[in-house]
């Protein structure tokens, strides 16, 4: 279940980690975990690259490849892990809610400095788009990524009303 939700959140390597240690510490199995955290290449923005320079035949090839190997090498850890009895003690866990995160140092000042750098060349882009006016037809592809991405949306919205439920 691991990668199919990491393929609707997309929530990209920096904040896998600490919702998979979210996941961990709820009862995820370590193999669920491991392949939440392998989930980075399949995910919608990569399928629709892949996609977009492959054709959809062979961008959902080289998905379902993706998506066998991180289950196979998950479970292959897990067990691995587990006949070597050093799989983590899910009872040492501490919530990431629970510990210090953001402090004013030099990384707070780089992001900063990144944001900026990135509105700017995100106006540029923007400006440079402003004067091509072509009409772009619905191809199957764009109708397959605007269905996988509405998808998501669900995915998303489901959980928060979930979340919403069970408080």
Known sequence: M????????????????????????????FAGVMAFIFSDMVVLPVLRINAKYYGWKMALFILMMLFICLVITSLLLH??????????NPENWSSPAEQDHFKLNYNFFLNIGFLLISSYLFYNWKQS????????????????????????????VGGVIVKLLMN
């Open 2 to 29: 691991g990668p199919v939700a990491a393929f609707f959140t997309f929530i990209g390597s920096m904040g896998n980690i600490p919702l998979a240690a979210v996941l961990y510490g709820q009862g995820v199995a």
């Open 129 to 156: 788009q402003s004067g091509h006016h072509h009409r772009t037809s619905l191809s199957l592809g764009k109708v397959v990524m605007n269905t996988l991405v509405a998808l998501s949306g669900i995915w998303l």
């Open 79 to 88: 067990y691995g892990f587990q006949l070597f009895d050093v799989l983590p």
